[in-house]
């Protein structure tokens, strides 16, 4: 069964650092999102991507984190300089514009910025 | 975007049926029902969806009152590995966005 792919899946920075994750979603999956989620809530939507284009990025810290997504293919978000408040769990997550739209999540990377 | 209301926390004996409540009482005429679970050290996981209708899927059911203000999540026979968290979301069509609340976290007891 196609998965959502992360890397790495566990991430120890010191603040001011600058840090990095990958995903790979499921093949033929057009949509991507990138979520954060604290430790005891709900994963939170930061960006949302439809092939290579930016649909939504409203809730992310643009002074700090990007994301791209070049081929419209994997994805890369970054966060330069992290902060203690960074540490969290980001979560992939992949769609297709078929059926209904149900999302695929990777296991995610573990961030703790010390 | 429309709220969900949910219990924060549930208990079930193992494989007994299990009933999720969920409260949207803003939802309107072009939000579908979502749920999602997430397993302990997991991403979420999709269980099912719908509009208006009873939906049924080899997870679980998902029975939506007539005024669609409220619905439940029945799991039919709870095992050990369903203990997650269960989120309810309302989300506009089938491209509008997941907010997600802080769900209800179900226990199963053996």
């Known amino acids: 069964e196609a998965e959502v792919a992360q890397s790495p899946r566990y991430k120890i920075t010191e603040k001011s650092q600058a840090v990095a994750f990958w995903c790979d979603p499921i093949?033929?999956?057009?949509?991507l999102y990138w979520y954060r989620q604290i430790l005891g809530q709900g994963p939170e939507l930061l960006v949302q991507?439809?092939?290579?284009?930016?649909?939504?990025d409203s809730q992310l810290p643009k002074d700090r984190f990007s994301a791209e997504r070049l081929k419209g293919v994997d994805s890369t978000l970054k966060i330069q300089p992290a902060e203690l408040g960074d540490s969290a769990m980001y979560l992939c997550?992949?769609?297709?514009?078929?059926?209904?739209?149900?999302?695929?999540f990777g296991p995610g990377t573990r961030l703790t910025v010390l | 975007d429309a709220k969900t209301t949910q219990p924060n926390s549930m208990e079930s004996n193992e494989e007994e049926p299990v009933h999720l409540p969920c409260n949207h009482s803003t939802i309107s005429g072009t939000d579908y029902i979502h749920w999602y679970r997430q397993l302990p050290s997991q991403g979420p996981e999709y269980v099912i969806h719908g509009l208006t209708s009873n939906v049924n899927n080899r997870m679980a059911s998902l029975a939506i009152a007539e005024d669609r203000k409220s619905s439940t999540l029945i799991l039919h026979r709870a095992t050990l590995r369903d203990a997650a968290v269960y989120y309810c979301i309302l989300r506009r069509g089938n491209t509008g966005k997941l907010i997600f609340g802080q769900g209800t976290t179900l226990q199963v007891k053996p």
């Open positions: 093949s033929g999956h057009a949509t």
């Open positions: 997550a992949s769609s297709s514009i078929q059926g209904a739209g149900e999302q695929f």
């Open positions: 991507f439809q092939d290579e284009s930016v649909v939504d």
